[in-house]
């Protein structure tokens, strides 16, 4: 079945460093692929998608581009903030029932 | 523009009992799904339902249950409680197939 695997955390940064999680995907058909943040004490908030390879997914500086040659969607941004701390989700629809399936989830924190 | 919003917020309970928890869908949505997330691990697809019916489930057993009413509410049972059943129980709503919003979550424990 449909699976994603991300980077464990947790990973610690300072302000300003560059920040890369990985994540892998196993899917049939044409997944669309998200990030989420879950911020403390709150629910999932969709940070970016893309919904066909090659396609570049961005938001509040983050970005993720769809690679279907690797089945990847690694998450970027050049420049964390302290309000990055969050945990973070990679996901997949599956183009056949539309279910999300995530990955464990990453934490992130940045120090100032 | 009211979001998605679930009740009761936190939910203690015990073994063997049930437990009813529920979701109001974003106005104009007419699909929910019903997520489960244990402590420290991503959310498990738990179930679907689309214009008041199941439409997919996940590897949840029978004892996991769940309604639409016509408003596109929706309602999730949970009969037999476990220990292993103490989790964020996340509802997500959406237009037809379009992005999924989600609500905070309702945290149960079961003692």
């Known amino acids: 079945g449909d699976s994603v695997t991300q980077m464990e955390g947790p990973v610690t940064l300072s302000e300003e460093a560059f920040l890369t999680i990985n994540c892998t995907y196993t899917a049939t058909g044409y997944p669309s692929l998200f990030w989420y943040v879950q911020y403390p004490g709150e629910g999932l908030q969709l940070l970016l998608k893309a919904t066909k390879a090659d396609d570049k997914g961005s938001n509040k500086g983050f970005e993720a581009t769809y690679r279907k040659e690797t089945t990847s969607f690694h998450l970027e941004k050049g420049s964390v903030q302290v309000s990055d701390s969050a945990v973070y989700f990679c996901a997949l629809e599956s183009s056949n029932d539309y279910k999300l399936s995530f990955g464990a989830g990453t934490t992130v924190t940045v120090r100032a | 523009e009211t979001g998605v919003t679930q009740s009761p917020t936190h939910l203690i309970k015990t073994r063997g009992q049930q437990v009813t928890l529920r979701c109001s869908s974003q106005s104009g949505h007419n699909t929910v799904s019903w997520y489960q997330q244990a402590l420290g691990q991503g959310p498990q697809f738990i179930f679907q339902?689309?214009?008041?019916?199941?439409?997919g489930r996940g590897n949840f057993p029978p004892r996991f249950s769940g309604l639409q009413f016509p408003n596109y509410s929706s309602e999730l049972n949970v009969n037999a409680l476990e220990l292993d059943d103490s989790a964020l129980y996340l509802c997500?709503?959406?237009?037809?197939?379009?992005?999924?919003?989600f609500g905070p979550g309702t945290r149960l424990t079961v003692l």
């Open positions: 339902y689309y214009r008041e019916e199941e439409n």
């Open positions: 997500a709503s959406s237009l037809e197939y379009n992005e999924q919003f």
